[in-house]
């Protein structure tokens, strides 16, 4: 059974760094692309980075250049180093994977930045 568990969430101000952690159990994911999303009050989940089983990495627009995504397959674990955050990335963070026709996801961060 696949398994999704998101960590590192909090409470922020702007400007400051929080480290998010996706550990995946249930199978080895280092053939699949993972991903980070996060959705907003009153907002569509949204994707935020992704990361391919080769190491190709694609963010969104919004991020680029303060978040970098990245996984250990050994560990099984997928990371969202975050910098630079606003007060617009506050928002619950969900962990990614897509199985056989499935999207899987964790229980969900959740990441305040303060003004």
């Known amino acids: 059974q696949v398994q999704l568990v998101e960590s590192g969430g909090g409470l922020v101000q702007a400007g400051g760094s929080l480290r998010l952690s996706c550990a995946a159990s249930?199978?080895?994911?280092?053939?699949?692309?993972m991903g980070w999303f996060r959705q907003a009050p009153g907002k569509q989940r949204e994707l935020v980075a992704r990361i391919g089983s080769g190491g190709t990495t694609n963010y969104a627009d919004s991020v680029k250049g303060r978040f970098t995504i990245s996984r250990d397959n050994i560990k099984n674990t997928v990371y969202l180093q975050m910098n630079s955050l606003k007060p617009e990335d506050t928002a619950v963070y969900y962990c990614?994977?897509?199985?056989?026709?499935?999207?899987?996801w964790g229980q969900g961060t959740q990441v305040t930045v303060s003004s």
């Open positions: 990614n994977v897509y199985l056989y026709g499935t999207n899987y």
């Open positions: 249930g199978r080895t994911f280092s053939s699949y692309a």
